[in-house]
């Protein structure tokens, strides 16, 4: 089985770490805006595989490199403006009085 993950955030990269420890797939296709960090957690992950019981390869790529996948996760989030978490601060605020 063949499963793409395209966004490494938070969510992301503990998606991946699971798929890597459940062995839940052949291969895991790490799709991220940051080129370098997406390499840095392909390379643990492949890492960490090793420990396991199961083959997993750990690859970076961009959108075409997920075709074929029999599972593609988006846990990709938008870019957030500057200041948006003051913004929703003032709304938490607001609703609660």
């Known amino acids: 089985m063949k499963i793409s993950l395209v966004g490494l955030g938070h969510v992301g ?13 052949r291969e895991l296709v790490l799709v991220s805006r940051r080129k ?11 890492h960490c595989g090793m420990f396991e019981d199961h083959l997993m390869q750990v ?8 075709a074929g996948s029999d599972i593609i996760i988006l ?9 948006a978490d003051q913004k929703f601060t003032r709304y938490q605020s607001t609703e609660t009085n």
């Open 59 to 66: 690859v970076t790529g961009d959108l075409p490199e997920t």
């Open 36 to 46: 370098n960090f997406a390499l840095g957690e392909a390379l643990d992950l492949n």
């Open 75 to 83: 846990a990709d989030s938008s870019q957030t403006k500057p200041n």
């Open 13 to 25: 990269c503990a998606i991946a770490h699971n798929i890597v420890l459940k062995g839940l797939a």
